[in-house]
């Protein structure tokens, strides 16, 4: 199904029955990346799935361009708006938890419980001045020697492996895959490029109204995966529970515990939901 919203057009796909839960994805995954899960929880929940604008099969009316991660959290809020009656749970893993951040801040008559999974917030990290040098250093090498150099830097920053900084990197080619997995490959392949030059440094930038979500009605739940403590985007999630005075539950796998373990990482995503 598509969406038409100002500046694109939102693909997006509906599973299941009971409350409404909304899935958003980071870095180059689209809604293919969240099958399995949404597959899970289907049988407990509407689960929406969406490529994210500019991203797969959700193309921008021009052409690619840095990203506002506002017009991302207003393209969420325009997806539930056209899906649901009320209030929706949110899940977003990475980036789409900062997305989720802004949609609670801005739209809290959208969101019913919002789960934070691993955001990038790396201002709430000691070395925050360190992360700021990273990115810049990231949007200089897409500038200048194009999307493979940038794609090194973010990997070398973060020290996390293809699969944890987001990147398609590794695992069987297209043409040894079933054709649907093919060309989700192709489609992420692609998006890695779009996410690296016009995603990256604005959204890494952004500094989400923490204030606005504390005092909204939202409840807020952070996620940390059980396989990832110490990386970055783990101890943002620690943080970002304190700075918001909420919990942080531990979530099965790493960054992209999502997708390895679906079923066990549905298990924890309803229990948090259901708290």
């Known amino acids: 199904m598509m969406l038409s919203v100002p500046g694109a057009k939102i693909y997006h796909e509906l599973r299941g029955s009971g409350p409404a839960l909304l899935l958003i994805c980071g870095g180059v995954y689209d809604a293919a990346g969240y099958a ?4 899970a929880l289907s049988d407990r929940y509407t689960v929406i799935t969406y490529d994210r604008r500019g991203n ?17 959290a207003d ?6 708006a056209a899906l649901t009656d009320g209030p929706a749970h949110v899940f977003g893993n990475s980036s ?8 609670a801040a801005r739209y809290p008559d959208r969101v019913r419980t919002l789960i934070v999974h691993e955001p990038p917030l790396f201002d709430l990290l000691p070395e925050h001045a360190m992360f700021r040098a990273m990115v810049d250093r990231v949007e ?13 830097v973010l990997a070398a920053g973060l020290a ?16 040894t895959l079933d054709p649907d997995t093919a060309a989700m490959m192709s489609r992420l392949a692609k998006n890695a490029t779009f996410f690296i030059g016009y995603e990256v440094p604005p959204f890494s930038r952004f500094v989400p109204d923490y204030a606005a979500v504390a005092a909204g009605p939202v409840r807020v739940v952070t996620a940390a995966g059980d396989a990832s403590e110490g990386q970055p985007p783990n101890r943002a999630a620690h943080a970002l529970g304190a700075r918001l005075g909420v919990p942080t539950v531990p979530v099965p796998g790493d960054h992209g515990g999502f997708g390895q373990q679906a079923p066990a990482f549905a298990a924890a995503v309803d229990a948090i939901l259901r708290g």
Not at 36 to 39: E, I, R
């Open 96 to 103: 789409g938890g900062i997305i989720g951040l802004d949609l």
């Open 140 to 152: 200089t090498a897409f500038a200048t020697e194009g999307p493979q150099a940038a794609h090194a």
């Open 56 to 72: 797969s099969r959700s193309p921008l009316d021009g052409p690619d361009a840095p990203q506002s991660l506002p017009v991302h």
């Open 36 to 39: 399995p899960l949404a597959k």
């Open 160 to 175: 996390m492996t293809a699969d944890e900084d987001r990147s398609p990197g590794g695992g069987p080619t297209p043409a």
């Open 75 to 80: 393209d969420a809020a325009a997806v539930l």
